[in-house]
């Protein structure tokens, strides 16, 4: 089952542009957590933000989390060319595996 | 740096042949995981394994195995492939010993599969 639901599906921003992708669940969480994908790649591990956390930060990335709502968003300013790439949530239910959603698209023009 | 390695990047196999995805993890994690990727359903968990000869279902266990003979290596095998498991298959494991990381997943590179 798909615990994170991400939005928008796709994202097309020019260079410098912040861009904003966000995801919902369902059940109550551990953490959240946001990875990265290149197209045709492994995901990489971004940021994660913990049930007791509201915001975090960590270089160009910025991550909310509101527990009330289920719902977090990640937050990349100052997009580049090279942040092109699929983004991912993936929450922590259980302690021992994490459930993605089905990711967003993004992709920043020069 | 956490390196998980699957051994075959790009495979092509017959259908009803018996395909093994092999992954080896070079950071002593308990946890493994296999997850197959596909457009439109994001990534779906296989199988996972929190120790030596341990193994769970994940949400789409059918059609597939697991073997975990070695803490270090986790094996996905399809005993008989057929077309709808053409997809990309992607191995990650964790520690739930890294308590600041909160059971961080880290990826291998994925093998692409396709049954004909």
């Known amino acids: 089952s798909q615990q994170g639901e991400e939005d928008p599906q796709a994202l097309s921003i020019q260079e410098g542009e912040n861009a904003t992708m966000n995801c919902s669940y369902k059940?109550?969480?551990?953490?959240l957590q946001w990875y990265r994908q290149n197209s045709g790649r492994g995901l990489v591990h971004l940021i994660l933000i913990r049930s007791n956390e509201r915001e975090k930060h960590s270089g160009r990335l910025r991550v909310t989390l509101d527990t009330s709502k289920k719902s977090s968003s990640l937050l990349i300013t100052a997009s580049r060319a090279a942040d092109t790439a699929s983004y991912f949530c993936?929450?922590?239910?259980?302690?021992?595996?994490?459930?993605f959603g089905e990711g967003t698209q993004l992709t920043v023009n020069p | 740096d956490v390196k998980v390695t699957q051994s075959s990047r790009y495979l092509v196999k017959r259908t009803g042949e018996k395909v093994f995805l092999e992954c080896v993890q070079d950071?002593?994690?308990?946890?493994m995981f296999w997850y197959r990727q596909d457009p439109g359903l994001g990534l779906r968990l296989i199988y996972f394994?929190?120790?030596?000869?341990?193994?769970e279902k994940g949400d789409i266990p059918e059609g597939y195995s697991v073997s975990r003979e070695k803490k270090e290596r986790f094996s996905l095998i399809l005993e008989s492939a057929s077309t709808n498991q053409t997809s990309m298959y992607l191995c990650a494991s964790s520690s739930p010993r890294d308590r600041n990381s909160g059971n961080t997943i880290y990826f291998g590179e994925g093998s692409w599969l396709t049954v004909v």
């Open positions: 394994s929190y120790d030596v000869k341990m193994k």
């Open positions: 950071m002593d994690h308990e946890n």
């Open positions: 993936a929450t922590d239910a259980s302690g021992s595996r994490l459930t």
């Open positions: 059940t109550s969480i551990n953490n």
